[in-house]
């Protein structure tokens, strides 16, 4: 129960002028994003003709800091003003993406990577949280099906648009665009409280406990180790979101296998245009933003077993690509609309795999850690995008791309089921407790 609520925490979300004003900076930057990685791997996989190790460690070079700085750059988000930091986030950006023009060997590309990587690290959780801030409890999932959905908006757009920025003035604009979209989403996050807006009991009890405490902890500031450490604890503690953690970040790692070397199997087409991969990634867009509208509307299925059914669906698809990639004789109006839905169908998986964990977890974590487990939660997911792409380049190297497709399918399917299995088995168990409680109890 809320106390001290506001008129804006009483009005509907679209109501809510700085979530709106948060969501159009997340918009801008998230279009982005995709228009400066799709470009990004049309140059080193398509027109650099890069190897599947150097495929991997492009992927490599934007995930790793993620991994080593996610939980420090939690705790930090959790110090700072999340404001501020996003801005401060954004305007590196705007100079690290615009070095990416000038960029002309593969290790200009892995200096790059890295250094973005950093930044947006500390961008998310201090966008989670901030989320957190300006939002009732009661409108959360609403808000992150709305976030999730501005996130698969932008991989319709971008990809659509990188497309034909590529095609009709070359992979510069597509940079020089990205970076610009940083500096109108600082500008527009200037426009956002800096202070918390949603004022919890638990918050208001807290703030008054620091102010009467506050001259005994002067000199007592927890570490950022410290900090770290409380927001895995924090993880460890919120109902069933060990166990979702654990299926999305195998999930993850199963379909780095193949994903990260997305390219390599396009080459194995003869004919293949370039603009196909930025159609693809569209249409997964396309797929994840229909689950990410539906999945709150089922309401039945609990969040583990939409997860587990998401993970089984992408692995059927990513196996069938790999195959009917194997047998296709040749590029052409036929493959590419095959490639095209099943690309779409994939992205369906991947929205209820991903989106009901994040609405679990934005539900079940409390304000005042947000940083350090959303922090936390980044590096367990990019530990698994890291080791992906690496398991991917080998079985690519060693066996071929097809079969890695084709693993991949089938470990992402067992695993999906396996979920949803276990999930069911012990829905059952519990209503039997229950039933056999009833009976003795009389009720």
Not at 63 to 83: H, I, Q, S, Y
Not at 171 to 187: H, R
């Amino acid at each position: 129960m809320t106390i001290g609520l506001t008129m804006q925490e009483r009005r509907p979300l679209k109501h809510n002028r700085s979530f709106i004003t948060l969501m159009a900076a997340q918009a801008i930057s998230n279009l982005g994003d995709w228009l400066h990685l799709l470009a990004i791997l049309t140059l080193v996989g398509i027109r650099w003709n890069a190897t599947p190790w150097e495929i991997t460690f492009t992927t490599l070079c934007a995930a790793l800091p993620v991994l080593l700085t996610g939980p420090f750059a939690g705790a930090l988000a959790d110090r700072v003003n999340r404001k501020w930091l996003m801005i401060v986030a954004d305007g590196a950006r705007i100079v690290i993406v615009g070095g990416l023009i000038f960029a002309d060997q593969m290790w200009h590309v892995y200096v790059l990577l890295i250094l973005k990587s950093l930044f947006d690290v500390v961008f998310s959780p201090a966008k989670n949280g901030k989320l957190k801030e300006i939002v009732p409890q009661e409108q959360l999932g609403q808000a992150v099906s709305i976030s999730s959905v501005i996130e698969q908006m932008s991989k319709i757009i971008g990809p659509a648009l990188g497309g034909l920025l590529v095609a009709a003035f070359g992979i510069t604009w597509c940079f020089a665009l990205d970076s610009v979209s940083f500096l109108i989403s600082g500008i527009i996050l200037l426009w956002i409280p800096g202070a918390r807006v949603i004022q919890s009991a638990n918050q208001n009890v807290e703030q008054v406990r620091e102010e009467t405490t506050g001259a005994a902890q002067a000199g007592k500031k927890a570490t950022f180790l410290k900090d770290t450490m409380e927001g895995i604890r924090m993880l460890a503690s919120l109902p069933h979101v060990g166990t979702s953690l654990i299926l999305l970040a195998s999930a993850l790692l199963f379909l780095q296998f193949a994903d990260s070397q997305t390219v390599v199997l396009f080459r194995q087409l003869p004919g293949i245009s370039s603009d196909l991969l930025g159609w693809c990634v569209a249409a997964s867009g396309v797929g994840t933003l229909i689950a990410a509208m539906s999945v709150q509307k089922w309401k039945k299925a609990g969040h583990v077993i939409k997860m587990g059914l998401g993970t089984s669906l992408m692995g059927l698809v990513i196996g069938a690509v790999g195959m009917i990639v194997g047998v296709w004789p040749h590029a052409g109006l036929g493959a590419n609309l095959l490639l095209i839905s099943l690309f779409a169908l994939a992205g369906v998986g991947v929205g209820f795999a991903i989106v009901p964990f994040q609405i679990l977890l934005q539900e079940q974590t409390p304000e005042s850690m947000t940083g350090r487990v959303f922090g936390t939660v980044g590096s367990i997911m990019t530990a698994s995008n890291i080791m992906g792409p690496v398991v991917g380049g080998f079985l690519v190297t060693s066996f071929g791309v097809i079969p890695a497709f084709v693993c991949s399918g089938i470990l992402l399917t067992l695993l999906g089921v396996i979920y949803v299995v276990i999930r069911r088995q012990k829905k059952n168990d519990m209503d039997g407790s229950l039933a056999a409680k009833s009976v003795i109890t009389g009720e």
